[in-house]
């Protein structure tokens, strides 16, 4: 699941609908909500804004940086190969083998739970960097002749990442743990 939503969350995605197909609103909100200058990442971005008669939907997920990603998802594989070479140790009740899993868990748990608090700190450092376009002030302010608009930013997906990062790391050193008392019991 941690993989899945970290392939999903790896790079940039913008999606603009107008009705009337003029392109002014979408390129308006290209040109201010622009992930890799104008925006802190991770965050996506929804808005719905009415120009005159013109209807724009806007939707934007400026992702993680590349290399956190990488090398969470580097991690994620790593973390399955040891899962993997574990409880095929403790299949063929091969010491090595769950020796192998012991270690090589409790270092990939370790790594799991860095990653998990550095992706938090990278989503609290997006929400104080990005709180005028959130909050539509400064430079960011809606013009006062819109009346209709809806603005939304959203972390959600970048918080369920982090929180099931540290729990795939607490499972790991939970199965860790089942795996030594398990190991006393094989015979030498």
Same mark, same amino acid.
């Given at each position: 699941?941690?993989?899945?939503?970290?392939?999903?969350?790896?790079? *940039? /995605? +913008?999606?603009?609908?107008?009705?009337? %197909?003029?392109?002014?609103?979408? *390129?308006?909100?290209?040109?201010?909500?622009?992930?890799?200058?104008?925006?802190?990442?991770?965050?996506?971005?929804?808005? /719905?804004?009415?120009?005159?008669?013109?209807?724009?939907?806007?939707?934007?997920?400026?992702?993680?940086?590349?290399?956190?990603?990488? !090398?969470?998802?580097?991690? !994620?594989?790593?973390?399955?190969?040891?899962?993997?070479?574990?409880?095929?140790?403790?299949?063929?009740? /091969?010491?090595?083998?769950?020796?192998?899993?012991?270690?090589?868990?409790?270092?990939?748990? !370790?790594?799991?739970?860095?990653?998990?608090?550095?992706?938090?700190?990278?989503?609290?450092?997006?929400?104080?960097? %990005? *709180?005028?376009?959130?909050?539509?002030?400064?430079?960011?302010?809606?013009?006062?002749?819109?009346?209709?608009?809806?603005?939304?930013?959203? +972390?959600?997906? +970048?918080?369920?990442?982090?929180?099931?990062?540290?729990?795939?790391?607490?499972?790991?050193?939970?199965?860790? +743990?089942?795996?030594?008392?398990?190991?006393?019991?094989?015979?030498?």
């Amino acid at each position: 699941l941690v993989l899945m939503i970290s392939m999903f969350s790896i790079s *940039d /995605h +913008y999606e603009c609908v107008e009705s009337k %197909n003029m392109q002014t609103g979408c *390129d308006m909100f290209r040109k201010n909500i622009n992930c890799r200058t104008k925006v802190a990442t991770p965050l996506v971005v929804t808005a /719905h804004v009415k120009i005159g008669t013109n209807d724009v939907k806007f939707n934007a997920q400026c992702a993680w940086d590349s290399s956190l990603s990488e !090398i969470r998802v580097a991690f !994620i594989f790593l973390a399955m190969i040891i899962l993997y070479a574990g409880y095929s140790g403790l299949g063929e009740e /091969h010491k090595l083998k769950i020796n192998i899993f012991i270690y090589g868990g409790l270092v990939m748990a !370790i790594l799991l739970i860095l990653s998990s608090l550095s992706d938090y700190i990278e989503i609290l450092d997006s929400l104080a960097d %990005n *709180d005028n376009l959130c909050s539509l002030k400064g430079k960011f302010a809606i013009d006062p002749s819109l009346k209709k608009y809806e603005f939304n930013c959203s +972390y959600t997906r +970048y918080y369920m990442t982090s929180l099931l990062t540290g729990l795939s790391a607490l499972s790991i050193l939970i199965a860790t +743990y089942i795996a030594n008392q398990w190991k006393k019991y094989l015979p030498s």
